[in-house]
């Protein structure tokens, strides 16, 4: 966190980026503390930085370049820093969801990805909300290779699901099973996938 009208940031002393004052008629409120939050811009990367707390709110657009672009996560990266105190529970002080600074509704609650032991706050129409510390999480899991790992795994389970179903459908008597459902294809995950809803509705599922 920075000085209010500081240039530099104060840990790595790269240049801030100026307010994006054109961005909205007026400032979000945070949904951890309340505080109003800045809208940024560096480059095209659009976010809000809470004055007070830290925490970061990622419109859709920002969402999806620092999940497929190193260049987004690197330019997000001085705005958080991976914390020394452990995270605190999320949800305001009545232990209720959060609300979305846009719309005001509930957000749900979602693990960012498995295994990046990351929950956050989701508004599916207008962004995310992340708590000091989160995004760096996110960034950690991505650059050690976090999503290719999670998609390999999903294609695993997809594939023991297949030779799962296949099994049964042999064990029950599908002896007259059409040609086209046998065997399961080794192509991608969206081959296997049709496959497997041609042996469901075969099967009457």
């Known amino acids: 966190m920075n000085l209010a009208g500081g240039r530099n940031c104060i840990h790595c002393g790269r240049l801030l980026p100026a307010e994006n004052e054109g961005h909205r008629d007026q400032k979000l409120a945070c949904c951890e503390c309340g505080a109003a939050m800045t809208p940024r811009r560096i480059e095209d990367t659009l976010f809000d930085e809470c004055d007070r707390c830290g925490g970061l709110w990622l419109g859709p657009a920002t969402l999806g370049q620092v999940r497929s672009g190193a260049e987004a996560r690197a330019r ?48 599916k129409d207008h962004g995310s909300f992340f708590d000091r510390g989160e995004l760096a999480r996110i960034f950690q899991f991505i650059e050690e290779g976090g999503l290719e790992k999670m998609r ?7 594939r023991a699901q297949l030779r799962d179903a296949r099994r049964e459908a042999i064990q029950i008597g599908a002896s007259d099973t059409p040609a086209f459902l046998e065997p399961a294809p080794r192509g991608t995950a969206i081959d296997l996938l049709a496959w497997l809803g041609r042996l469901m509705s075969y099967r009457g599922l």
């Open 76 to 123: 997000l990266r001085s705005f958080d820093l991976l914390p020394k105190a452990v995270p605190t529970a999320k949800g305001t002080a009545d232990g209720g969801y959060r609300r979305c600074p846009v719309c005001d509704k509930h957000m749900n609650r979602s693990n960012y990805a498995r295994g990046a032991g990351v929950v956050v706050d989701v508004c």
């Open 152 to 158: 390999q795994r999903a294609e695993e389970e997809q």
